[in-house]
């Protein structure tokens, strides 16, 4: 990114060929991204619904900050999402012979690669949110992997070429589990650098352990906490949540990061 600072690149237009899908039949067809009023666009045609036309960046300049730009040998600039060098294999390829979107997952069409692992802890919670897809009381079953299963999700991640540097756990309510803190120094263990969880705040709040547990969480190697905070007041999480009375919980989490010291992101 940085090589393009105050770089003449910045003031050449934005034009790149690529492929998408109608959003329409979900065909891939092919597209085109350009920019235009200071603006990155991305215009496509399929055969059977017709144009589209969508807004990739408001700021045309920054979008062209994210990117590589080299000159071929006319001196033509040449926009590209990476940087020649190492990439990660493809994770998955399925039997579909339609290729991508269909049956991928991170395939070798895919430019991007892991740096933010997640790993759902559980599904099991102790909040009942009407709108929560990972919820055991709908669902019907439990799904909550073993510590075995969880090391090897991790060393999958560690074990590429270009290993993700950081991972989350998720859920349901991953402080539901009693082996949380284990699990933290396990994801330190398997060299991730930030170790995040997100989070109701359940385990950190509770009145008797609360702070001890929060102190451990850190001090087996959780470094953040993505904190779910709808707002400042009952009404709000009634609302939000379906519980009464639940600012003071939240209200727990806050004070007991504060005393040990554990980052958060609200």
């Not at 730009?69 to 060098?85: E, H, R, T």
Request: charged share 30%; glycine share 6%.
């Amino acid at each position: 990114m940085y090589h393009l600072n105050d770089s003449e690149y910045l003031k050449e237009p934005y034009y790149r060929k690529t492929r998408s899908v109608c959003p329409e039949c979900l065909q891939p067809i092919g597209a085109e991204v350009y920019e235009d009023d200071e603006k990155i666009w991305m215009k496509k045609n399929c055969q059977e619904h017709g144009d589209f036309r969508d807004l990739i960046s408001s700021s045309a300049k920054y979008y062209k900050w994210t990117h590589y730009a080299i000159k071929d040998k006319n001196g033509k600039v040449v926009w590209k999402f990476d940087k020649d060098g190492d990439t990660n294999p493809a994770d998955f390829q399925g039997d579909d012979p339609r290729g991508c979107p269909y049956n991928c997952g991170l395939c070798e069409e895919h430019i991007s690669t892991c740096s933010l692992a997640l790993i759902d802890l559980t599904n099991r919670c102790n909040f009942n949110c009407n709108f929560c897809y990972a919820n055991i009381l709908q669902s019907g079953y439990l799904v909550e992997p073993t510590l075995e299963e969880i090391d090897k999700v991790m060393k999958h991640f560690r074990n590429k070429p270009i290993p993700a540097v950081a991972i989350m756990f998720t859920g349901g309510e991953p402080t539901v589990r009693k082996d949380f803190p284990e699990i933290c120094k396990m994801a330190k263990d398997n060299g991730f650098k930030e170790v995040i969880v997100a989070t109701n705040g359940y385990g950190f709040q509770r009145k008797k352990g609360g702070l001890e547990f929060t102190k451990k969480c850190k001090e087996m190697g959780l470094d953040t906490l993505y904190f779910q905070f709808d707002g400042i007041n009952n009404a709000t999480y009634e609302k939000t949540r379906g519980i009464k009375n639940l600012m003071p919980y939240k209200q727990r989490v806050i004070d007991n990061l504060r005393k040990a010291r554990l980052d958060s992101t609200v």
